[in-house]
């Protein structure tokens, strides 16, 4: 079996470990924070150059603007307007516009910038534009106007698309240091907080999942108050308890292996005894004559009942044979089987009304009240007191197609921590010893019938209620005996 556990647990193992994916998803997530701050940053130096630009042609405009200027070579000016870093500088004043100095005019303007009425996502947008076009572009960049003025230049966005991808360059390789310088700390952090716990605690489970009996496998608590620590505390439990667990039910199968095994040497002993029982039935005594029947019936159910827990391998109750029984002889035959009817301390009242009938299996309900009889009569012998009132009662009445079957004693009663667990084999036990499996198959017949079984507090001692429903009669079987009646 451990063979293929490791081989789905390796093949669950593929693909990158916790570690692996935190420190991608660190870096990953502060480079996008660097790149959602590069973003804007990039429009801004956009518009930074091209208002550097502008003063520089400011600067400019001042020797263009003067009668000496008319005196330069065309030399002189190319090299000034190569300087500003523009072909054309036009300078408005009001409603005139003059060229103050001009190179090779294009033919064409490609786009527009008027820096007096940028935006943010307008600059963004045409900063992308700049940075993905190949081609060269010309530029009319408006100035904003001052003292009743403004510049316009016309450039080219070369040196602008040049410019912007050197700044973008070292923005990203900043970007990506800081990124890394965060996430070495951070990654650190979070391993120590939250990966090796988790490792541990995946660890501690797999362990466990290789023995769940073996109680040094269970993760121990590391006393942490966050949510990994109740994780801890919790599963610490879990496994805990399913080792309980296990451990209870290979003892229960250690414990019907060995029923199995007495159950198989005392069918054969019941066996031998219904032989020397049917010898014994031939002798002319009156008593023997009276008592013989019953006895060869009880071994005759007890045989069966070893017959049946072999043929099933378990100890698991056969589907009810049910059929209409006469309540008050099967009470008789357990009061008699109990040694109840000349009982030295214990008295036994039948309080079943006449013709009182029980749809039910007449084996299994003689077991059930057996059991329940042997109970009572079990708590009222462990008191010696002569004054104390010893009684066993059962009695019955029809609710409907309801039967209800009381069994009363005066004993003690049943003790407060044993209640919650009273029909549950090897855990209800009433008496120090006890095992609890009478009460325990009393409910299994009970709930095979359809019916219920209960501890009901209304007098003193014990009081065991019994409800079995009759069995449902089909329309049509119904209507035919309404005809046949009328």
Known sequence: MSAPRNAAREARRIGPSLSVKLIMLTILFVMATGVAGFIPSLATFRLRFLEDRLTTAQAASVLLDSEAWRDVSRATQDELLRYVGATAIVLHTGPATRLLAASDMPSAVDDTVDLAQSDTLSSIAAAFRTLTAFEPRTLRVLGPPHDGQSLELVISDRPLRAALLRFAGSILVLSAAISLLAAVPIYIALQRLFVRPMRSLSAAMVRFSEDPEDKSRIVAPSGRADEIGVAEHELSAMQRQLSDMLAEKRHLAD?????????????????????????????????????????????????????????????????????????????????????????????????????????????????????????????????????????????????????????????????????????????????????GLGLAIAAEIVRAHGGQIALVEDGPGAVFELVIPDRPVAFDRAQRSRVQSG
Do not use: W
């Open 255 to 435: 414990l019907g292996l060995a029923v199995s095994k007495v159950n198989h040497d005392l069918r054969n002993m019941l066996a031998a005894a219904q032989l020397f029982s049917d010898r014994i039935a031939a002798l002319p005594d009156p008593a023997v004559q009276r008592f013989a029947p019953k006895l060869i019936a009880t071994l005759g159910r007890a045989i069966d009942y070893c017959q049946t827990t072999l043929a099933y391998g378990r100890a698991r109750e056969r589907e009810p044979a049910r059929r209409l029984v006469a309540l008050t002889r099967v009470a008789r035959d357990v009061i008699e089987v109990l040694g109840l009817d000349n009982h030295a301390t214990i008295a036994c009242v039948i309080e079943v009304p006449g013709g009182f009938e029980i749809d039910s299996d007449p084996d299994q309900l003689y077991r059930v009240l057996l059991n329940l009889a042997r109970n009572a009569m079990q708590a009222m012998e462990g008191d010696d007191d002569p004054a104390v009132i010893r009684r066993l009662t059962i009695e019955a009445e029809r609710q409907g197609s309801v039967a209800v079957v009381r069994v009363r004693d005066t004993g003690p009663g049943v003790p407060e921590k044993a209640k919650a667990s009273l029909f549950q084999a090897f855990q209800g036990g009433v008496r120090p010893g006890g095992t």
